[in-house]
């Protein structure tokens, strides 16, 4: 009988920002192929909701609080994950945030939360993960960078140098586990159909004057040249091929879900 490649049973996965939208579907999804997904998030009823969710419908999962923008709390949270299991065979580093304005007007406070979470986040836990895949002999790191990690857009000064660092920091640990069985690369979806998304786009629709599907065509998806969303089980799917020994010889590299967004 063939070995099923996708097949994550009895790996364990950590996904950061995993109470709704992305990482909420990357857990459920990992779960889904036999991982056990631990659900992380700044606070614990939300991540909670999703392992339990997980969990009814017979997946492994559990939660675990951890704001990823604390030194402290990701130490804490590599230390409960080594006492509980011994291992972490698969990061996923999915926890974001966003602030909009001009360079001169950018709140230092600002600049220095987003790269904390952002980009110094992935650091920190990779920098964690990696010596307990090496003894293991095997490991998968995902980081949820943006189209933003490639290209530009005015006003988004600091997410758009976290995610630029996210890109080349994924390089960078690929190209030092390359001659072990460890991957690390970096899916940089454009706009996806997620429920922060979907709050905004009443505020977005009176500003512009436009129905939704106007608004979501001509104003949001403007330079995305296929007009449409991905979708989070669409990048769910996306992580998981690249968890599964499928993706072993796939590493350093950048996986645009952007629509053609960067093709242009």
Request: net charge negative; charged share 15%; with cysteine.
């Amino acid at each position: 009988m063939a070995t099923n490649i996708f097949d994550l049973t009895g790996k364990i996965a950590l996904v950061t920002g995993a109470s709704r939208g992305i990482g909420e579907a990357i857990a459920k999804l990992l779960a889904e192929q036999g991982a056990h997904a631990i659900v992380s998030s700044r606070k614990l009823d939300g991540c909670q909701a999703v392992a339990d969710q997980i969990t009814a419908d017979g997946g492994s999962a559990e939660a675990l609080a951890c704001h990823v923008g604390s030194m402290e709390q990701i130490e804490e949270a590599f230390a409960t994950i080594k006492g509980t299991f011994g291992k972490l065979d698969i990061l996923v580093n999915n926890a974001g945030v966003q602030f909009v304005a001009p360079v001169e007007a950018f709140p230092t406070e600002k600049w220095d939360q987003i790269l904390a979470i952002n980009l110094s986040s992935a650091f920190h836990t990779t920098a964690a993960a990696l010596p307990g895949m090496r003894l293991r002999g095997w490991g998968r790191v995902v980081n949820i960078a943006s189209a933003h990690g490639l290209t530009a857009s005015p006003f988004k000064s600091a997410y758009v140098a976290a995610k630029h660092g996210v890109v080349g920091l994924t390089k960078t640990v690929a190209l030092e586990t390359a001659e072990e069985p460890i991957t690390a690369n970096a899916i940089c979806p454009g706009y996806v159909l997620t429920p922060l998304l979907e709050a905004q786009l009443p505020a977005t629709m009176e500003k512009y004057g436009m129905d939704r599907e106007t608004v979501i065509k001509n104003i949001i998806l403007d330079r995305q040249p296929s007009r449409s969303f991905a979708t989070v089980e669409q990048l769910a799917g996306t992580c998981c091929f690249l968890c599964s020994n499928a993706a072993d010889q796939i590493t350093g590299t950048t996986i645009s879900m952007d629509g053609g967004w960067t093709a242009q």
